[in-house]
């Protein structure tokens, strides 16, 4: 929770497709709702001013969100705005007096199809999901050597057998991505990654199946501590995870 320079009052919650529903169907809020708006992320700058939204809030809302890759919910009350950016792409403009929940079940439709690739060195796993059915899945771990602390020729050829290794488990990732997607892959709105950010880097820029399907890429990298079949069957609360914000004019 922070200020903003507009003297907006802005508060950031992360909440899965279960909460956020919870929280929108409340009757303190739903009740409360004076409009709601829909918005892609090409209409960002268009749409929102058509609300009756205060410019010093409108600003600040434009500003926080930034180049949303798959644009807002707005729910305008009278004393805040909530603002929901979901985790999949809101593709109608839509301005509806009052609380409207139709398109936001849209956005979160139980039959969308998307594929998961958790990966640290070492470990991995693939999945694909349906809402919240895992479809497919594989797992497995590759040996990757951590890192040489010593000096010289001896580190040098450590972190050449390194990397060696590293390309292995991209090149084994990638396989196995290809394999576990390829039935899947008509049906596939998205494609999420978690695990570390470097790691994954490295091999979305190595793997020509995951290159080749770029355009389909979320850009937020999900939480996962370890890659394991585990954590693709409870992957499916993450990958439903908006940022849901809140601005207040402080008076």
């Known amino acids: 929770m922070r200020n903003t320079s507009e003297n907006i009052w802005v508060d ?9 529903f919870r929280y929108v169907g409340q009757p303190e809020i739903r009740e409360n ?16 001013p058509r609300s009756e ?15 949303s890759i798959t644009g807002l919910v707005v729910y305008r009350m009278k004393e805040e705005v909530v603002v929901v950016e979901p985790p999949f792409r ?20 139980d039959t969308r199809c998307v594929g ?9 796993a693939v999945g694909v999901l349906r809402g919240e059915v895992l479809m497919a899945s594989k797992t497995d771990r ?5 890192r040489h602390r010593a000096g010289g020729s001896s580190q040098r050829r450590f972190e050449r ?11 084994k990732v990638c396989l196995v991505t290809s394999e576990t997607f390829r039935p899947y892959e008509s049906l596939m709105s998205n494609i999420f990654f978690g695990g570390e950010k470097q790691t994954i880097r490295g091999f979305q ?11 389909e890429f979320n850009p937020r990298i999900l939480r996962v501590d370890v890659p394991n079949q585990k954590a693709l069957e409870s992957i499916h609360r993450e990958v439903s995870v908006s940022t849901v914000k809140t601005f207040r004019s402080i008076q």
């Open 90 to 109: 809101v593709v109608k403009d839509s301005l509806v007096t009052a609380e409207d929940a139709l398109i936001l079940k849209d956005i979160f439709d």
């Open 33 to 48: 709702i004076i409009e709601t708006l829909y918005i892609r992320p090409e209409s960002l700058e268009s749409v929102l």
């Open 142 to 146: 590759r040996y990757v050597k951590n």
């Open 116 to 124: 998961v690739v958790l990966l640290r060195l070492g470990r991995y």
């Open 53 to 67: 939204i205060s410019e010093p809030m409108m600003r600040s809302i434009l500003q926080e969100s930034g180049s």
């Open 161 to 171: 057998s390194r990397q060696r290794l590293i390309r292995e488990l991209y090149d």
């Open 12 to 20: 950031t919650k992360r909440m899965d497709r279960r909460s956020l």
């Open 205 to 215: 820029n190595r793997c020509e199946t995951i290159t080749r399907m770029r355009s």
